[in-house]
């Protein structure tokens, strides 16, 4: 094997790698508070609910295997919490705040 292939083999290793630490950073746990009173650790905001919708995909692909993996947060503060989630899920679907000039840019060529 020369050098120019041996580099890209090294080159689509280390992409490989950091495709699957980044998949598992974002990989959901069990939230082992369900079932229990709000007060044992206390409520999540906006920016958790921002989080929780960011990676809502992949969560929900993990709750499908793994019963014990929710994609809401179940003790949150209400319309905040909401509406991170809703925000964090816009920018994975929607493309972020952008999504929609990129879309006229291309109608008009």
């Not at 929780?52 to 319309?79: C, D, K, Q, R, W």
């Not at 989630?85 to 493309?95: A, R």
């Amino acid at each position: 094997m020369d050098d120019v292939h041996r580099s890209q083999a090294v080159r689509a290793v280390l992409l490989g790698a950091a495709v699957v630490v980044l998949l598992a950073a974002c990989a959901a746990s069990g939230n082992e508070y369900v079932g229990t009173v709000a007060e044992a650790r206390g409520t999540v905001g906006f920016w958790w609910g921002l989080w929780h919708g960011l990676i809502a995909p992949i969560t929900f692909v993990v709750s499908l295997f793994n019963h014990s993996v929710g994609i809401y947060e179940v003790h949150n503060n209400g319309g905040w919490y909401d509406f991170g989630f809703l925000l964090g899920l816009s920018f994975v679907f929607g493309g972020g705040p952008a999504g929609g000039s990129a879309r006229r840019r291309r109608r008009r060529a």
